[in-house]
């Protein structure tokens, strides 16, 4: 089923802050709590967990509570929405420029 | 040389917002004058201008302005960036889950 464009509106806005793209990079490496990925960045715990919960909705993190701790991990998905999209740009756009390039050796032999 | 960090925030900001991946996509079919573009955008060519200047400092478009008309033409720069940087975290996702997967199999054992 391809993505609904909702998903790929939802997954760009999400990308698109600078502290949501360092919270990836931090669980790319493992599961993290939210605590410890708020404990180096200068924004209150409710900020962070509002990025979290956005990056939730997008599809880029997981999360599971266990008693008191909620631990976040990638959700493969939404980093796939957004792979997808750019590669039928480009692929689109590179497919153009072989026929330009077509045409143009056509029109010189 | 590798992207700068500036480089991915601004790539990213840029295709954060519904519009201008709007006008990607439609660039991606060939090159487009600026009042092409806006013609079914629901928004005035002043603010058209700003996405397409936003999108050209991200490196995702070019444009060149001949006498009175302006044509923009994708940038293939800014997407390899985006999905450069897509791709590293899940290269680096993948790995962490190999290494996880060794390591359950030799317990196993």
Chains 1, 2 share one sequence.
Do not use: Y
Not at 24 to 47: K, N
Not at 58 to 69: A, F, Y
Request: one cysteine or more; aromatic letters at 2%; charged letters at 25%.
């Amino acid at each position: 089923m391809p993505p609904r464009k909702a998903d790929v509106d939802r997954v760009f806005h999400a990308l698109g802050d600078p502290t949501r793209r360092l919270i990836l990079e931090r669980l790319t490496a493992g599961p993290v709590s939210i605590s410890r990925i708020a404990a180096p960045l200068q924004m209150t715990l409710a900020a962070v967990v509002q990025h979290v919960q956005l990056l939730e909705e997008s599809g880029l993190v997981q999360t599971e509570k266990s008693g008191r701790v909620r631990t976040c991990r990638i959700d493969p998905a939404g980093l796939a929405v957004a792979a997808q999209w750019i590669a039928n740009r480009r692929s689109t756009w590179e497919k153009r420029l072989d026929r330009l390039e077509d045409l143009l050796s056509d029109s010189g032999q």
